[in-house]
């Protein structure tokens, strides 16, 4: 009996410290490659995102955000998260998609960003 609660007792401890993943950030690039290619509409990618249940944003301007102004100056953008892909006891992780698309409002690229927050 003490065996089993020990046994119980370091898993949640494990988990506690080491959290859970239920998303890599290299499957979700894969994701993106594989099914949005260069040159899609806006319309194809936000499709994209709703049959993957993505939150997203409507196509924006880069100049919204100042870490993207620096990087992509004015370019018309759509966001995209994946909410607690990573989680442990203290904090957890979200992975976010930045799509980015040329003037003629085709996709010029995307690139996909973790981040870690403190649990609530």
């Known amino acids: 009996m003490a065996g089993c609660c020990l046994g119980t007792l370091v898993v949640a401890g494990y988990l506690a410290i080491y959290g859970i993943r239920t998303t890599r950030l290299e499957t979700l690039r894969n994701l993106v490659e594989r099914n949005v290619s260069i040159g899609s509409s806006p319309e194809a990618v936000i499709k994209f995102l709703d049959e993957e249940h993505l939150e997203h944003s409507p196509i924006r ?7 993207l102004r ?4 004015d370019a018309p953008m759509i966001g995209a998260i994946k909410r607690r892909t990573w989680r442990s006891l ?3 992780e979200s992975i976010q998609i930045v799509f980015i698309f040329d ?10 960003i973790r981040f870690i927050l403190v649990s609530e």
């Open 61 to 67: 301007r880069t100049s919204e955000y100042s870490d």
């Open 90 to 92: 203290l904090v957890y």
């Open 70 to 73: 620096k990087t992509y100056g």
């Open 103 to 112: 003037d003629n409002r085709r996709l010029a690229g995307s690139t996909c």
